[in-house]
């Protein structure tokens, strides 16, 4: 069957669809039908099975006789070590972990925060909260102290479980300090933190935390508990209009579901082969695709450790294809930007043996049409842009070439995938004619995988995503839906950046850098970068008598939002302004002044309150290196 007989098939029968799909998980309670309506804030799927996510992703394939299967492969060029965990290697880790948690009073439905960098415990440390219904919370790498005392405060966890240091260029990143500086911000105190040791930084342990290697040492292996098919599998925090991030909730069932159906079926690939996602289990496509569907399919997943440059040259990515034989490999495009940078010939790719690897898949931001010709010319191979988020945990738009390969157009991540009736509304939520430009919307329900909720937060999913347009998903992307039905994705609706596959807000820098005592308002804007895609740029007006000089002003704010958000919120480029353009009604030209920053061509808005200002900002651009050629 096509794609579009099935995409139609679950618009039209989505029980029949979601029904047949669910047999490729293992449930220890079949459910009696897939979509619930219990009078909650959005439709649920599967919710009277019961069913287990490690079950599923570990334990089944041990059952099934391929326990010398690699489950996943270790290759970490930052560290110089590679290892090969075997299906039933894995499950003896994940089994002790979870017992030992459960030895602790970890149970069904505790919240547990993974704070680890690109390891194969990360991994374990997810697999062992499903094993025994516990909720994780993985909070990436490169937050602040901040960041992560936000989230333990709302996620409220039992215990966290930690490395002792992630390793960047240059730098070795001690998590230890980080934990400590967020407990001591939080109001909510876990009941105590595991960590695992690493060489590069051995932390300095204190009363409330455990070694990971005592941890586990003799613990009881704990049994796969089944639990709803609503039970959340996790939270995943992300930004979105203020400072406060949305907790993500993921439900168990859905979640299996939706991905296994994905594997074959979008990825195109077969158990026993190897996908390989470059991201980081801190986002949602480590979630996703490096930790649960490539398991749950019986794949071996790579988990990298490193840069795709640097370590030491652009030859990083094709090597690990090579080593570990990569069918289907996933990125963002800036990844491939940062190597094409190193290499604009693309001719490093030639020297390596590629001929596993039969797609490559691009999300997290706006695939740009040079960086993808450049793969293909490199590669030789397909290049496949999808678009999907943190929300929905899998591909809302998609060329599913597992199950059908359609026509790429170059820019497009092509059609909706089955169970997303996408559309495309004007302002009042009236569907625009094919080819124009509005917000995209999902008629409800969204399909299974997706999120139900935010985390203790009904209200707030409600208003952030659903009443805009009663009856559908907000998706806070703008964009069209094209003749043949191809989706183009256009610009966020809201303050949402992107850099370097990075989803961050900006609303939430210009909180902190508000914050400054010497700041009386700011704006952050997003500018055009040719490696990351967009960076922050953060314009400020000084009180009136600030001790500071605008230089000083402009490095204190780099350090706060550095100290504050984190680095990967990539703050580097800050000036002091006069004045900031306003609309007579006093709302700031954020998106004026971007397209000024970017040397695109703008209208002078007819509500400007003094055009002048506008001037002097492009100054200040100027000055910082804005527009990039002029
Ligand atoms: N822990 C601590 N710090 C981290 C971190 C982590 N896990 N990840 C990133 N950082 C730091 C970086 O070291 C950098 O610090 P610096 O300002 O001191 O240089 C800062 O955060 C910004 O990181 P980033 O924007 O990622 O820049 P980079 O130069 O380190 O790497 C890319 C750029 C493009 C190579 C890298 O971002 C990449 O491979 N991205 C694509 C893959 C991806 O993760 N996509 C997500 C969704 S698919
Ligand atoms: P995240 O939740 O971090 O995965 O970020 C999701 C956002 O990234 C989307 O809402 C889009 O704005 C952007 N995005 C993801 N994939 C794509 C894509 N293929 N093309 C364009 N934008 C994308």
Same mark, same amino acid.
């Given at each position: 069957?096509?794609?579009?007989?099935?995409?139609?098939?679950?618009?039209?029968?989505?029980?029949?669809?979601?029904?047949?799909?669910?047999?490729?998980?293992?449930?220890?309670?079949?459910?009696?039908?897939?979509?619930?309506?219990?009078?909650?804030?959005?439709?649920?799927?599967?919710?009277?099975?019961?069913?287990?996510?490690?079950?599923?992703?570990?334990?089944?394939?041990?059952?099934?006789?391929?326990?010398?299967?690699?489950? *996943?492969?270790?290759?970490?060029?930052?560290?110089?070590?590679?290892?090969?965990?075997?299906?039933?290697?894995?499950?003896?880790?994940?089994?002790?972990?979870?017992?030992?948690?459960?030895?602790?009073?970890?149970?069904?439905?505790?919240?547990?925060?993974?704070?680890?960098?690109?390891?194969?415990?990360?991994?374990?440390?997810?697999?062992?909260?499903?094993?025994?219904?516990?909720?994780?919370?993985?909070?990436?790498?490169?937050?602040?102290?901040?960041?992560?005392?936000?989230?333990?405060?709302?996620?409220?966890?039992?215990?966290?479980?930690?490395?002792?240091?992630?390793?960047?260029?240059?730098?070795?990143?001690?998590?230890?300090?980080?934990? =400590?500086?967020?407990?001591?911000?939080?109001?909510?105190?876990? =009941?105590?933190?595991?960590?695992?040791?690493?060489?590069?930084?051995?932390?300095?342990?204190?009363?409330?935390?455990?070694?990971?290697?005592?941890?586990?040492?003799?613990?009881?292996?704990?049994?796969?508990?089944?639990?709803?098919?609503?039970?959340?599998?996790?939270?995943?925090?992300?930004?979105?209009?203020?400072?406060?991030?949305?907790?993500?909730?993921?439900?168990?069932?859905?979640?299996?579901?939706?991905?296994?159906?994905?594997?074959?079926?979008?990825?195109?690939?077969?158990?026993?082969?190897?996908?390989?996602?470059?991201?980081?289990?801190?986002?949602?496509?480590?979630?996703?695709?490096?930790?649960?569907?490539?398991?749950?399919?019986?794949?071996?997943?790579?988990?990298?450790?490193?840069?795709?440059?640097?370590?030491?040259?652009?030859?990083?990515?094709?090597?690990?294809?090579?080593?570990?034989?990569?069918?289907?490999?996933?990125?963002?495009?800036?990844?491939?930007?940062?190597?094409?940078?190193?290499?604009?010939?693309?001719?490093?790719?030639?020297?390596?043996?590629?001929?596993?690897?039969?797609?490559?898949?691009?999300?997290?931001?706006?695939?740009?049409?040079?960086?993808?010709?450049? *793969?293909?010319?490199?590669?030789?191979?397909?290049?496949?842009?999808?678009?999907?988020?943190?929300?929905?945990?899998?591909?809302?738009?998609?060329?599913?070439?597992?199950?059908?390969?359609?026509?790429?157009?170059?820019?497009?991540?092509?059609?909706?995938?089955?169970?997303?009736?996408?559309?495309?509304?004007?302002?009042?939520?009236?569907?625009?004619?094919?080819?124009?430009?509005?917000?995209?919307?999902?008629?409800?329900?969204?399909?299974?995988?997706?999120?139900?909720?935010?985390?203790?937060?009904?209200?707030?999913?409600?208003?952030?995503?659903?009443?805009?347009?009663?009856?559908?998903?907000?998706?806070?992307?703008?964009?069209?839906?094209?003749?043949?039905?191809?989706?183009?994705?256009?610009?966020?609706?809201?303050?949402?950046?992107?850099?370097?596959?990075?989803?961050?807000?900006?609303?939430?820098?210009?909180?902190?850098?508000?914050?400054?005592?010497?700041?009386?308002?700011?704006?952050?804007?997003?500018?055009?970068?040719?490696?990351?895609?967009?960076?922050?740029?953060?314009?400020? *007006?000084?009180?009136?008598?600030?001790?500071?000089?605008?230089?000083?002003?402009?490095?204190?704010?780099?350090?706060?939002?550095?100290?504050?958000?984190?680095?990967?919120?990539?703050?580097?480029?800050?000036?002091?302004?006069?004045?900031?353009?306003?609309?007579?009604?006093?709302?700031?030209?954020?998106?004026?002044?971007?397209?000024?920053?970017?040397?695109?061509?703008?209208?002078?808005?007819?509500?400007?309150?003094?055009?002048?200002?506008?001037?002097?900002?492009?100054?200040?651009?100027?000055?910082?290196?804005?527009?990039?050629?002029?």
């Amino acid at each position: 069957m096509g794609y579009r007989t099935e995409w139609q098939r679950a618009k039209d029968d989505p029980e029949g669809f979601w029904m047949d799909a669910a047999r490729a998980v293992d449930w220890d309670v079949a459910p009696s039908k897939a979509l619930h309506d219990r009078g909650g804030v959005v439709p649920e799927w599967f919710v009277d099975g019961r069913v287990n996510g490690c079950w599923n992703a570990v334990d089944r394939h041990v059952e099934a006789g391929h326990g010398d299967r690699v489950a *996943i492969a270790y290759d970490s060029p930052v560290t110089g070590a590679v290892r090969r965990i075997t299906y039933a290697q894995l499950q003896d880790d994940v089994a002790r972990l979870a017992g030992a948690l459960a030895g602790r009073g970890v149970g069904m439905g505790d919240r547990v925060v993974v704070y680890m960098p690109m390891v194969p415990e990360a991994l374990v440390a997810m697999l062992a909260c499903a094993r025994i219904g516990a909720i994780h919370s993985v909070v990436f790498g490169g937050f602040a102290a901040a960041e992560l005392a936000v989230r333990i405060d709302d996620a409220k966890p039992k215990a966290i479980l930690a490395a002792s240091c992630g390793i960047e260029p240059g730098r070795v990143v001690e998590y230890k300090p980080l934990i =400590d500086g967020a407990l001591a911000q939080a109001d909510h105190a876990p =009941d105590f933190t595991v960590v695992l040791q690493r060489e590069q930084a051995v932390a300095d342990m204190g009363e409330r935390d455990v070694d990971w290697r005592d941890f586990v040492a003799g613990a009881e292996p704990a049994a796969c508990v089944p639990v709803p098919g609503d039970h959340p599998a996790y939270i995943l925090y992300t930004s979105g209009t203020t400072g406060a991030p949305k907790g993500v909730v993921r439900p168990t069932a859905g979640h299996l579901v939706a991905l296994a159906w994905s594997m074959p079926n979008i990825y195109g690939v077969r158990p026993g082969e190897t996908f390989w996602a470059a991201s980081d289990v801190g986002w949602v496509v480590g979630h996703s695709y490096i930790a649960y569907a490539p398991l749950i399919h019986g794949c071996t997943t790579v988990v990298y450790e490193g840069k795709p440059v640097g370590t030491p040259d652009a030859t990083a990515f094709w090597r690990v294809m090579q080593d570990h034989a990569v069918a289907a490999f996933f990125t963002a495009p800036t990844a491939f930007r940062a190597v094409k940078r190193e290499d604009p010939e693309g001719k490093v790719a030639g020297r390596f043996d590629l001929s596993r690897l039969r797609t490559i898949f691009l999300a997290g931001e706006r695939a740009d049409p040079d960086t993808v010709a450049w *793969i293909e010319r490199t590669t030789g191979k397909p290049v496949i842009d999808h678009w999907w988020q943190t929300e929905t945990g899998w591909a809302i738009a998609a060329n599913p070439v597992g199950l059908e390969a359609l026509p790429v157009k170059s820019g497009s991540p092509s059609v909706p995938m089955p169970g997303y009736d996408v559309v495309v509304l004007d302002e009042a939520g009236h569907e625009v004619p094919r080819g124009t430009l509005g917000a995209i919307a999902v008629r409800l329900p969204l399909p299974p995988g997706t999120l139900p909720t935010l985390w203790n937060a009904d209200a707030r999913f409600r208003k952030s995503y659903l009443d805009a347009f009663p009856g559908h998903y907000e998706t806070g992307d703008a964009g069209m839906l094209d003749e043949d039905g191809y989706l183009w994705i256009m610009a966020r609706t809201d303050d949402v950046i992107n850099v370097a596959g990075h989803r961050l807000s900006t609303g939430q820098m210009e909180e902190v850098i508000a914050s400054h005592p010497s700041v009386a308002e700011c704006a952050v804007i997003g500018v055009a970068d040719p490696l990351k895609g967009q960076l922050p740029v953060g314009l400020m *007006i000084a009180n009136a008598g600030a001790a500071q000089s605008p230089d000083e002003i402009a490095k204190e704010a780099v350090a706060l939002v550095r100290e504050t958000i984190g680095p990967v919120a990539a703050f580097k480029l800050a000036v002091v302004v006069d004045r900031l353009p306003k609309t007579r009604s006093g709302k700031i030209l954020r998106g004026t002044m971007a397209a000024i920053a970017d040397g695109r061509d703008w209208k002078m808005p007819a509500t400007i309150d003094d055009p002048a200002i506008l001037d002097e900002v492009a100054d200040a651009l100027r000055g910082l290196g804005y527009p990039a050629d002029g």
